[in-house]
């Protein structure tokens, strides 16, 4: 390093300068580009960030704010549910310790007042007759229930009887006479009365007033005032009773149940706390149940198909129905729809009662036309209410089912598709007698339409049976409108030998007990459940053809020199078919038939159940086939050798005794019924005294 020396050429040493990348144009652009991006993406995620904490920060305020709010309505339904406390307490601190009633029993006018409030007056003439019962709540002296028997007519007794057996113990019960409330109160019914505290049931008599409070105490009672007054002979009323008294309240622990608190119960607690009359439905300690669970049915072919009920101001009968109908095995409550002719509060707490539909609505029409158009209303709204429903079911409120109802109707429902022969599917036999019928399994076609319990088809009712229904002004019953042939066009019913409803309403526009007693009372109806009809497909016309005429063809031919009406006119067998043949010159021609209707003691009002002059029912346990000859197709099975058999209405003492009967009844029925008797007492009094005696 001492020896070097610098060169004196050279030039001087410059150091190299790096480039920075912005002095190039493109690489200067893409470098903007990224920063931008990245600017943008930061800011995007700040602003998330930002609306997150924003959002949070709404959603606690809200959170806080609910809960401020609920717990101000918690705090708002707890004093609401203080002052209810408090006003519950208010009002019966606030109650009468006592009540005060007045009641008047007179000829001519019926009248209950409480705490000087009148709850009951009639003075209607020729309205109102025999005796009058309210019922009133122990506890707060409210009205229950209030009914007339008109103890005057026959039976009426015996529907007292049972109604008073209905109330519920600790019921206060009031009874008051209007006009004449004892020609027909039997002894079992004065016995009644005298356990509920009457010292003069026993003795009260024609055309007498009275008037009695008590209360129920189980089966027996604690009277509290009563009063009566003797007519002082058969021509007069005894004098207007007034009574009054001073009947002591309950407490409210004592006055309601304490069942469980459940949903059902709840409806109970409703109904049982302003409506009495229903049994054990209120009783305390064993109450009857009303969430009724049956049997499904599998498979059912009629679970979606609507349910008609057909209802008016008949609560206790509504109430008996729907517990059987709610008892039938594959029943489906939500397609059960009532419908109540009128705006009658019981009715509708029945059906509340049970968790069903109940549709009201203004009554149009009076008497059998009211009835009608009862009937069209239901079944438009109906159709209306269930628009992809291709059938119903009709069914009214006096009318017991069968555990198999529905199955009866699941397994015939089919034949109305495929036969258009058919009119309806009916669980009713017109002809089903306790000695008539026999086999649950067994099906009849019939040209006559029964009701009474009946599947009818949409397309029928839409396109048919509504343009045409009978308007309101005319007083046409709908059933009859129905069997007309303009109407029927041919078709034909299905109906079974054992009936799958009964009858037993008494009371009714075209019902009392008289006709109840005669026509409807010795009818089965079907106890056998699970029942499997028996051919169902040979209910077509065309098998049902092939099968009548296998069935005549082996029949044996009953002895025609016996007289039908004896006993012995049909053997001691059991199982073996039989035909007898009647004169029966054309359709119309049904003078034998009614004769021998009479004889077999089956319906003999109209004709009905028969298939082309044809009917068949069995007697003494063996089925048999009635044919009109030469009316019916099926005549040809008739051996040359038989004479049909001809009964005249007036040919023998016996057919007069049975019109003269027929006559006394329909006297008793017109008699009892009206009033007539107030103008002539000693016609009157033969006349009641035969229907007693007789039992018309």
């Known amino acids: 390093m001492d020896s070097w020396r610098p060169n004196p050429r050279a030039q001087p040493f410059v150091p190299r300068r790096q480039h920075s990348p912005f002095t190039v144009r493109g690489t200067y652009q893409r470098v903007t580009t990224r920063r931008i ?10 602003g998330v960030l930002l609306m997150t904490v924003i959002i949070n920060i709404l959603f606690i305020a809200d959170t806080g704010r609910r809960l401020r709010e609920a717990q101000f309505e918690a705090n708002a339904e707890e004093e609401l549910a203080a002052d209810a406390r408090d006003l519950d307490n208010d009002i019966i601190s606030s109650l009468p310790n006592e ?11 019926v009248a209950v007042s409480v705490e000087g409030t009148p709850i009951l007056e009639n003075e209607e003439k020729d309205k109102g007759r025999g005796i009058h019962i309210l019922v009133l709540n122990q506890g707060t002296g409210s009205v229950m229930a209030q009914r007339v028997f008109d103890t005057y007519t026959a039976h009426e007794d015996a529907a007292m009887v049972l109604f008073l057996n209905m109330v519920s113990s600790g019921r206060i019960i009031i009874f008051a006479i209007k006009d004449e409330g004892t020609f027909q109160l039997k002894q079992s019914a004065r016995a009644l ?20 409070v008590t209360q129920k105490q189980k089966k027996h009672g604690h009277p509290f005032a009563e009063m009566h007054n003797k007519a002082p002979d058969l021509t007069s009323w005894g004098a207007p009773t007034l009574l009054k008294t001073k009947v002591p309240l309950a407490t409210k622990e004592d006055s309601e149940c304490n069942w469980p608190d459940t949903e059902a119960n709840q409806r109970r607690h409703e109904f049982c706390s302003k409506i009495e009359g229903y049994g054990s439905l209120c009783s305390c300690e064993d109450p009857a149940p009303i969430e009724l669970k049956p ?21 206790n ?3 008996r129905m729907l517990r059987s109908l709610l008892s039938a095995h594959g029943v489906n409550p939500k397609m059960v729809t009532v419908f109540i002719d009128g705006y009658f509060e019981e009715p509708l707490e029945v059906v509340k009662l049970f968790g069903l539909k109940g549709i009201q609505h203004t009554p149009i029409g009076v008497k059998n036309a009211r009835i009608s158009q009862h009937y069209k209303a239901s079944l438009t709204a109906t159709f209306n209410m269930y628009p992809n429903a291709q059938y119903a079911i009709i069914i009214e409120e006096d009318l017991d089912v069968s555990e198999d109802f529905f199955s009866y109707f699941s397994q015939t429902v089919h034949l109305l598709e495929e036969d258009d022969s058919l009119y309806c599917i009916s669980a009713w036999n017109d002809q089903g007698y306790d000695n008539t019928c026999d086999d649950p399994a067994l099906l009849y076609r019939i040209e006559t339409m029964p009701g009474l319990g009946w599947l009818l088809k949409r397309k029928l009712y839409k396109e048919e049976l509504e343009p045409k229904w009978p308007t309101p002004e005319k007083l046409w019953d709908w059933d009859m409108w129905m069997r007309l042939p303009e109407i029927r066009k041919g078709r034909e019913c299905v109906i079974p030998d054992i009936s799958r409803t009964y009858h037993f309403g008494a009371k009714g526009i075209n019902m009392n007990g008289y006709f109840q007693d005669l026509y409807f009372k010795k009818r089965p109806y079907n106890t056998v459940p699970h029942v499997k009809l028996k051919d169902v497909q040979k209910l077509t016309k065309d098998n049902y053809e092939d099968e009548v005429n296998r069935l005549l063809s082996q029949a044996s031919v009953l002895d025609h020199s016996i007289p039908p009406c004896e006993e012995r006119f049909v053997p001691d067998t059991i199982g073996k078919t039989y035909v007898m043949y009647i004169q029966m010159y054309n359709e119309q021609d049904y003078e034998t038939w009614s004769v021998l209707a009479k004889c077999f003691h089956i319906w003999d009002l109209d004709v009905r159940g028969f298939h082309k002059a044809m009917w068949r029912m069995f007697l003494k346990k063996n089925p048999v086939f009635i044919v009109g000859y030469p009316a019916s197709p099926y005549s040809k099975y008739k051996p040359s ?4 058999i001809y009964l005249k209405k007036d040919d023998k003492k016996r057919q007069q005794v049975m019109t003269l009967t027929s006559y006394y009844r329909a006297l008793c029925v017109f008699f009892i019924s009206s009033n007539f008797t107030k103008k002539y007492w000693g016609i009157s009094v033969e006349i009641h005294t035969l229907c007693g005696r007789y039992h018309f």
Do not use: C, M
């Open 317 to 319: 009968y509504l109430y």
């Open 641 to 644: 050798e038989v004479t049909p």
């Open 37 to 46: 991006i990245s600017k943008f993406f930061q800011t995007v995620l700040v």
């Open 193 to 212: 009365l005298k356990n509920l505290g009457s010292t003069e049931a026993e003795v009260v008599g024609w055309r007498d007033t009275w008037a009695f």
């Open 99 to 109: 009540i005060e009633i007045e009641i008047t029993s007179s000829a001519n006018k």
């Open 295 to 315: 049997e499904p049915l599998n498979p059912n072919h009629v679970r979606d198909v609507p349910v008609v009920i057909i209802a008016s101001d008949r609560p």
